[in-house]
Every structure is written in C-alpha cells, then in structure tokens.
C-alpha cells in the first residue's frame, strides 16, 4: 500500500527539478542584492532538494518503470510531456550532485560573497536557470521541450561563460554562441522537418512513427538531429570551439560546462538512436566518429601545456567512448555508455574544480610555472590523484570498470571496426594515463626553479588575471583584496592573489566530489545493475512508449 502511494506520488515530482530553480532564481533576482546570506541558502537548499527528488525519481523509475506527467493536465501531444526513466532520473541525480557542489565551491571562491554585488544577482540566478534547463533536457518527452531544454540552459550558458567581461572571455563567448546558434538551428530545422514528415514531435509517438516512412526520409531526419546533438556533445569533427571556449571561464563555470553541458548532446544522442532511429545504418558511421573522437582528442590533450586546454581535450576524446557505446546498439554497448556517462560526468567535473585550486595556490595552470605542489600543498595532490587515475581508468576504479564494459562489448560485436575501437580505446587510456602523469610529473613532483612558483600573495600581473578564476586572499586566507568580479560586465577582472590557505567551502566542496566518484567504484555492482536495466529498457523502447502513450500505444 506505501509502494502504492510513493508510485502514485512521483507524478509530482517530476516536474519540481525544472521548476525548483526557475522559482529560487525568480526569488532570487526580485530580492537583488538584499539578504546575500539567505540568498546563498536558498540556492544550496534548493539544489539539496533537486538531488533528493532525483534520487527518489531513480527508486520510482527502478521500481515501477517509466513515470509520465502531462504538465498543465493537456493530452499527449498537445501538451508538455516529462518523462522519468532509469536512464534521465539518473541524469537528473548527477546533475544535481555536481551542480550542488560546483555552487558550494563557488560561494567559498567569491563569486557569490555578501561583498560582490554583481554576482550576487546575476551569477546565482543565471546558475539556477542553467540548472533548470539541464533538468528539462534530461526530462523532455518530446523534441520541442528539448529544444526549449537546450536553449534556456545555452542563453544561461552565455552569461556564465562572459562573466567578468574580460577580452579572453568576450572572444570566447562569442564563438561559443556562434557554435551554440548553429546548433540550434540545425535542432530546430530537424523538429521542422520531422513535424512535417509524421505530424507529431512527442518523442513516444516518433517511434511508432517514424518507422513508417521512407528509410531515405528517415535517414535524412536523422542525419540532421545527430549533427544538432554532435554540436552539442563536442565530437569531431564538431568539436573545435570547445578548448577555445571553456577554459576563459572561471573554475566553477568550466567545471560544469565540461562536466555537464556535453552530455546532455550525448543524452539527446541516446534518446534518438534508441526511441526515433533504432538500429539504423547511422551506426556505422557514429562509430567512425566514436573513434575519430578518441584520437584526435587525446592527441591534441598531448600537445597541450597548460591544465585547463590539457583537460578540455581529454573531454573531448572520452566522448568518444560514450559515443562508441551507443553506436554498438547492443544492451552490453549502451550500458556501458549509461555507465561511463555518469561517471566521467563527477570525475571531469572534480579535475576541473581541483584545476580551480592549483590555480591559486600556485598562481597558474601553466605547467611551465608549476612545480613542487606535492611537498606544499600534500592534501590539493591527493585531490588531484584520485580523479585523475580515475579519468584514466586505473582499476579498480570506475573508469576501468566503465572503460572494460565498453571494450567487452566491442568484443562481443566481433565487426573489424568493432575491433578498431576496442583497440583505439585501450591507446586513449594510456595516452590519458600519459597526459595526467606528464601534470603529476610537472606541477606536483618536480622541484620548482627558484621564482618559477609564484609565492603566497603574489598579485599576478593582467594577463594571467585575465583568465583566472580565483579570489584576492592574503597567505592565511582572509581577503585582502576585491575579488574577481565575476557577474560585473562592466569592468574586468580584479587581479589575483595566491594564497596558501585555501577557502574550506572550496576544499570541502572538492572533496565531497572525489568522495562521489569514489562511491562509484565501491557501489559499481548496483551502479552497472541499474545501468544495465536501463540499456534494456532503452533498447526495448516499449516501456517508455506505454508510459506516454498508454498500453498498446497510440496512432
């Protein structure tokens, strides 16, 4: 009888990840500047709350299946479908994680302290928005609220990534829009033409639908939503903007913008191979793509010398794993993907925050001015250590466990291309493994020249204060400075100040983040369980379009 009710119930709250933060953020920008110190609680508590309903969402979807809301009480599909499967309630949950604790490490960096006006109402607000347009991704059940999804959470996007409207983060911004403009009119000419090809965008309908028409229709369709969602994920040869565009930001926004933002393009991937274009000739080619993506990444991460560009592209080559796992179109192969998806979402968003730390304490991300952080700061290489053997699947962490189910189902495939990037799989991992030794070797073990470090509350001159996304404290912690004014559009950003003493929140905030990746490896039997069932309820589509539709489905 409580199981009863508890199914009965998740039907509200379904909607509450994406109505949540909108509300919080409206809050949040009627009172301005006012209470900043209730304003940061009220953020907090309300992404604590999103985690908690996500949480609740992966039982219910566990537990009952896929779970439905018809917003406003309007009939599919005339009105706003949320759907709640293993696979999005898991999205939601992470999401959630990750966000919360990337809000926690920026409140401790600044961006949002009592002194700072500016980001005061506009970082947090814009934040929140983000955070709700990621959510309605993640839940749309159909291809219009998609697209409305991807658009609230790029116009927010916009605004973090020129906070503090330096030249660096103007340059990038703008190509980040152009890219992010072109995506989106390819999405929205797709949704034209898939309208117009099946009268209908409710993603349950298209795959009753979308089988009766023409293959070469189909295969046009789909060729057009994968290069929208492509964009998005950052594949190659899709992916140029990325290292030009993510590592301007400051820390926390970077972090969320690699961690995050791309896999929602690889989630919308998911949802159009499995629901609209199941085992279609488009494979084949995603998985070219698959491993074009792995090597060109992890090829330019090699070349790179500076931490944030170092990351940004090792982003972009373990797309390529997620995308060979959908390609494969085997339960084993989008398992995997579910799997992997999850976790390098944590741990990509960990290094970045980490990267945030290095960056102050050290005064740069640059290997060529790192050295000796080991001996001087042992607990920010502990920090460092742990995701990065995870990022490069050192067992027996979840990036090997993720990495290993890939490359058993490539195996079970048993096709030569199959093979190809089963192999190509093990040489991004050890070239990963390479990079992220090259940054331990450089920036933490090597005894720095006399000068090459900058010292604890050194300003650094406008040029490295340019891109940096630190806070002015003095060597014990305390502000002796303005801040970065993240949120200010009209002035750049104020000059930073190493510190030996790093802010707890910040720390603490990092810290909760390696402990979740942790909690992966050593809960990885339910984690792949789960991850398992909602391959099978993907691949089988059934489910889901019984949950929107009804049983037996709808013309």
Do not use: C
Request: glycine share 10%; hydrophobic share 55%; net charge negative.
């Amino acid at each position: 009888m409580e199981w009863d009710y508890f199914a009965g119930f998740l039907h509200y709250l379904i909607p509450l990840p994406v109505v949540l933060p909108l509300f919080a953020a409206g809050v949040k920008l009627a009172l301005g500047i006012r209470w900043p110190r209730v304003q940061q609680w009220l953020s907090v508590i309300t992404l604590a709350l999103v985690l908690v309903i996500g949480a609740a969402l992966m039982v219910g979807a566990d537990m009952f299946g896929p779970q439905a809301v018809q917003v406003g009480g309007w009939e599919t599909p005339i009105g706003i479908t949320l759907v709640a499967d293993r696979l999005s309630a898991l999205m939601v949950t992470v999401s959630a994680a990750i966000t919360l604790a990337v809000l926690i490490y920026s409140i401790g960096q600044g961006m949002a302290g009592k002194a700072e006006v500016a980001p005061l109402s506009v970082y947090q607000p814009t934040y929140l928005i983000l955070v709700a347009g990621v959510s309605n991704a993640f839940l749309a059940g159909d291809l219009f609220n998609l697209y409305v999804g991807f658009e609230i959470l790029l116009t927010a996007s916009y605004v973090l990534l020129t906070l503090g409207g330096t030249q660096s983060r103007m340059r990038a911004g703008a190509i980040y829009v152009v890219v992010s403009l072109v995506s989106s009119v390819l999405f929205l000419i797709a949704i034209a033409l898939i309208f117009g090809a099946t009268g209908t965008v409710n993603m349950a309908q298209l795959g009753e639908r979308l089988p009766e028409i023409s293959t070469e229709l189909a295969l046009v369709l789909e060729v057009i939503l994968v290069m929208a969602f492509g964009i998005k994920a950052a594949v190659f040869p899709l992916a140029a903007w990325l290292p030009d565009s993510y590592p301007t930001a400051p820390a926390p926004v970077t972090a969320v913008f690699a961690g995050l933002l791309t896999k929602v393009g690889v989630y919308a991937i998911i949802r159009a191979e499995t629901l609209m274009f199941p085992g279609t000739q488009l494979n084949q080619m995603l998985m070219w793509v698959a491993l074009a993506t792995m090597i060109m990444g992890i090829l330019g991460a090699v070349a790179q010398t500076d931490i944030k560009r170092l990351l940004s592209f090792t982003l972009i080559s373990h797309i390529g794993y997620m995308v060979f796992g959908v390609a494969l179109g085997s339960e084993l192969g989008m398992a995997g993907a579910v799997f992997y998806i999850a976790h390098h979402i944590t741990v990509q968003t960990t290094l970045f925050l980490v990267t945030g730390l290095i960056e102050r304490r050290g005064g740069s991300t640059s290997l060529d001015h790192l050295g000796g952080l080991a001996k001087i700061a042992p607990m920010l290489a502990i920090l460092f250590f742990i995701p990065a053997m995870n990022l490069g699947g050192i067992p027996p962490l979840s990036g090997f466990l993720g990495k290993i189910g890939l490359i058993q189902a490539g195996v079970e495939s048993g096709t030569p291309l199959a093979y190809t990037l089963v192999g190509a799989s093990v040489l991004t991992s050890l070239l990963t493994l390479y990079v992220i030794a090259r940054v331990w070797n450089y920036a933490f073990w090597r005894t720095p020249a006399e000068g090459m470090v900058a010292e604890p509350g050194t300003v650094l001159d406008d040029s490295e204060a340019d891109d940096t996304s630190t806070a002015a404290l003095g060597p014990s912690g305390e502000a002796v400075g303005p801040s970065s004014r993240l949120g200010d559009t009209t002035t750049a950003a104020a000059p930073v100040v190493t510190s030996v003493v790093l802010p707890k929140s910040m720390v603490g905030a990092t810290i909760a983040l390696v402990a979740f990746g942790l909690a992966m490896t050593v809960f990885a039997g339910p984690l792949i369980a789960y991850s398992s069932e909602a391959a099978v309820e993907l691949i089988a589509q059934t489910p889901y379009i019984e949950a929107v539709l009804g049983v037996g489905g709808s013309q």
